[in-house]
């Protein structure tokens, strides 16, 4: 198995920029100039996967440059990765963390973010979030050597991706990086959303109407908080009581604020089939079916969205249109997805909508 | 969208915030002190007082649609943007509402993330978003079930995403949720910060 060093700016969580995890000023000049890092989301369980971004000079990573990789390779697979990131206390690189049998992309992959689904950002590498780790900070004390101290060879050096393919990284600092990680006993810190995380309770039981109504609405709250977890323990705990489809519905809002989209489509699903398909319960799902390459399901629930008296008013019809001709592209449906940017152009009332309409078709036809 | 206030606690507020008594307002648009004072503190504001109120006032009819939650209907399809109130009224409202978070810092030992909590069990998100978050970034919402969600997005902020059909002109590329643009501006407030740093 191949083992790759990447150097990133040092974060606590890995989860994105949030009031309690801001980058460090040690990442570089576009971090600090922009309080903002790619590799932010690096830990975050991203739908079973976490992604991530090591800033590179260059268009491509030289996967070649990695055993039994060829040049004609765009991925290369079952790789090690060890995140580092330059710790202020240590005043030194140390190992933050690793991906395990994780996939390597020569050239960055971007997410798509879609309203209100999903996050803006490009990574390089992916592993499912079951092989990530990411250690707590007082156990971040794994120093990884700088060639410009140790030698050529002997560390990491200008590059944030180190190959370790020297004799000595490979006889030696790799084998011991390798005894670390694996007798590493534990904890982590980043959440994964396993089965067991994903169906806890906030309660065990439920004995009263009164006791369920206040649950209910300590998860309204919650939804409405944005805390998403504790959201979703409280309708997991509710759902063992009642066929409530509201209740099925906030789980997977819950479960979406979670970035768990197999997830909260299960739910939304569950309360489409408990109440019928109606324009309410159907909404959450074209955005969802999308971000999970359902295309074909994403088309189907957008045509019936259409159907609906609420589908019929202009910018929401041209807002649907345009998750149709998406869709279409993805499949490569191309002439069906320029009929449907035909019937924006021709229908919205909106001036910046139509431009990029028809800016969208004289690409898709290019 | 939960109102911010009724009608009357509004009109109040344009009172104060314009300099005047209520004395002087009914005097102006000829009606006895005490019938205004009843119909302010009763909620009880025929239309044609709102329309004379708002000429004397300057008060903003537009962004009183959406303070007394009367937006209409928004979905995962129907983003709204809010529309933000004026400067003078933010002038007076950001007092109201530093003054909160300065007593919500200090109870909860400076815990922004406690102190967030606080502030929305007792202001709706949208109007303390409006208050605190500068006046060039926009605020959407949309509602799914019962759930209303806010959105913050900043013309500071871009997105290296070249977006698709189905993104242009709705959300903006890239948007900060509402409850952690209420956590920044905590933030900022409490170590003096500059909002644009983060906005």
């Not at chain 1, 440059?65 to 004609?72: F, I, M, T, W, Y």
């Not at chain 1, 006889?171 to 011991?176: N, S």
């Not at chain 1, 909106?350 to 800016?359: K, S, V």
Request: aromatic share 10%; net charge negative; proline share 3%.
């Amino acid at each position: 198995m191949n083992t790759i060093f990447c150097n990133i700016t040092y974060m606590v969580n890995y989860c994105g920029i949030t009031t309690d995890d801001m980058v460090s000023n040690s990442g570089g000049s576009w971090v600090k100039k922009n309080k903002d890092a790619n590799e932010k989301y690096n830990f975050l369980d991203y739908n079973g996967k976490c992604h991530g971004f090591v800033l590179n000079n260059g268009q491509e990573l030289h996967i070649e440059r990695l055993k039994g990789v060829e040049d004609s390779d765009d991925k290369a697979e079952d790789i090690t990765i060890i995140w580092c990131a330059k710790k202020e206390s240590v005043g030194n690189n140390v190992i933050v963390g690793w991906y395990k049998h994780a996939t390597l992309f020569r050239y960055s992959k971007e997410n798509m973010p879609l309203p209100n689904v999903g996050l803006d950002g490009s990574y390089y590498m992916e592993a499912d979030s079951k092989d990530c780790y990411l250690l707590p900070e007082d156990q971040r004390n794994f120093v990884i050597p700088r060639a410009a101290e140790n030698g050529e060879g002997k560390g990491m050096g200008q590059s944030n991706i180190w190959y370790a393919e020297s004799p000595f990284a490979q006889r030696e600092f790799i084998p011991k990086v390798l005894t670390y990680i694996e007798d590493y006993p534990g904890p982590f810190i980043n959440i994964v959303y396993n089965d067991e995380i994903s169906s806890e309770c906030a309660v065990t039981d439920i004995n009263t109407d009164e006791e369920l109504n206040t649950l209910l609405e300590s998860g309204g709250d919650y939804l409405e908080q944005e805390r998403y977890y504790d959201a979703l323990k409280v309708f997991n705990a509710v759902k063992k009581e009642t066929n409530d489809p509201v209740v099925w519905f906030n789980a997977g809002l819950a479960l979406r604020g979670l970035y768990q989209f197999d997830r909260a489509i299960e739910n939304f699903e569950k309360c489409a089939a408990l109440e019928g398909e109606n324009w309410e319960n159907l909404n959450p799902f074209p955005y969802l079916y999308s971000s999970v390459q359902k295309y074909a399901d994403a088309i189907s629930v957008a045509k019936k969205l259409l159907d609906t008296d609420e589908g019929k008013e202009i910018d929401t019809k041209c807002e649907l249109y345009c998750i149709l001709a998406d869709n279409n592209y993805y499949l490569d449906n191309v002439d069906e997805a320029v009929r449907w940017l035909d019937r924006v152009i021709s229908e919205s009332k909106q001036e910046d909508l139509i431009d990029f309409a028809r800016n969208t078709k004289n690409n898709w036809l290019r | 969208m939960k109102p911010v206030c009724s009608l009357g606690d509004m009109i109040k507020r344009y009172i104060q915030m314009r300099g005047k008594s209520i004395k002087e307002v009914a005097a102006a648009i000829g009606i006895p002190e005490k019938t205004l004072y009843d119909a302010i503190h009763n909620n009880r504001i025929s239309a044609d007082r709102l329309f004379q109120l708002s000429v004397l006032l300057d008060m903003d009819l537009n962004y009183l649609v959406f303070a007394l939650g009367y937006n209409g209907p928004t979905s995962a399809f129907d983003r709204l943007q809010i529309v933000r109130m004026n400067s003078d009224l933010r002038k007076v409202e950001s007092a109201r509402i530093n003054s909160s978070i300065d007593y919500c810092l200090s109870s909860e030992l400076g815990n922004v993330e406690a102190s967030a909590r606080e502030l929305v069990s007792g202001y709706p998100l949208y109007y303390l978003l409006d208050v605190l978050i500068p006046e060039d970034c926009k605020i959407l919402t949309i509602k799914e079930g019962e759930t209303e969600k806010y959105f913050v997005s900043s013309p500071r902020i871009g997105s290296h995403f070249q977006g698709t059909a189905s993104c242009r002109g709705r959300l903006p590329d890239r948007t900060i949720s509402g409850m952690e643009s209420l956590r920044y501006a905590l933030i900022c407030r409490k170590d003096n910060l500059n909002e644009y740093d983060f906005l």
